[in-house]
């Protein structure tokens, strides 16, 4: 159980990720006016950024749960290097499944949507480790433009126009559930920039270091045509950002 290697190769060097730089989840941070104390679970936690900086600059405790067994040591070794491993705590495991304990004050779910099938799903999800009254953060992308044809959808990581709404009807979706949006901090194309283009200098990197690899042609061709296609397609239609739900 892992990601695949084509994933872990291009995020490599990345401590978030998602088109989000560590200002902006400082932002969030302080949008959400953490309290010494609050208990976080975070599902498809990563590299455990937010979770250890949050720890450090809030005083939270928490859990995260990621399917990486690398993120999983990075989030770990990270922990340690801000002095934060005794209050957070880095699972190798499904999220899709997981429940906490207890229930948290805050829990998460940042940019995998997938875990739950989508966003209904996910949102359920997260509900059962939620105690009354707490938070629920959604990160998940959203069409900046319409999307004129089938290629575009495809260039966004999309099957269907239909996989992702516009910013409005994504904060509608949210009420349908029975959900307030309470805060949101949503990517811009500066951040994007600093998230794609560090993949492709990881795989480039990693390309000139391993030619012989059997991933070596499906990630030269990667290499080739992602930063056209993401300026082209991705940069000028896609959006993303982390929404702060409570429950109605």
């Known amino acids: 159980m892992d990601l695949p290697r084509s994933i872990v190769i291009s995020e490599h060097s990345h401590r978030i990720h998602n088109p989000f730089t560590s200002e902006k989840l400082a932002t969030l941070g302080q949008a959400l006016r953490l309290e010494p104390g609050t208990r976080m679970l975070d599902l498809a936690s990563g590299s455990g950024e937010m979770l250890c900086t949050w720890a450090r600059d809030h005083g939270i ?64 999800l997260l509900r059962k480790s939620l105690r009354p009254g707490g938070m629920m953060l959604i990160g ?66 990693w390309l000139d270091r391993h030619p012989e690899d059997e991933l070596a042609a499906e990630l030269r061709s990667e290499l080739s045509t992602a930063p056209a296609r993401y300026a082209r397609y991705e940069r000028e239609y896609l959006g993303w950002g982390v929404f702060a739900l409570m429950p109605r």
């Open 61 to 124: 405790t928490g859990i995260g749960v990621d399917i990486s067994t690398v993120f999983v040591d990075k989030a770990r070794a990270r922990a340690a290097e801000l002095g934060v491993a005794e209050r957070v705590v880095f699972v190798h495991g499904d999220a899709s499944g997981y429940v906490a304990e207890e229930p948290v004050d805050l829990v998460s779910c940042v940019g995998a949507t997938w875990i739950g099938g989508g966003v209904p799903g996910t949102v359920e």
């Open 140 to 205: 998940e992308p959203y069409w900046r433009l319409e999307p004129p044809d089938q290629r575009t959808v495809e260039a966004c990581h999309a099957r269907s126009k239909e996989e992702f709404l516009p910013l409005a009807g994504l904060i509608e979706l949210f009420g349908g559930l029975g959900y307030d949006v309470v805060e949101m901090v949503l990517a811009d194309q500066d951040s994007w920039d600093r998230y794609r283009a560090a993949q492709w200098l990881n795989i480039r990197r």
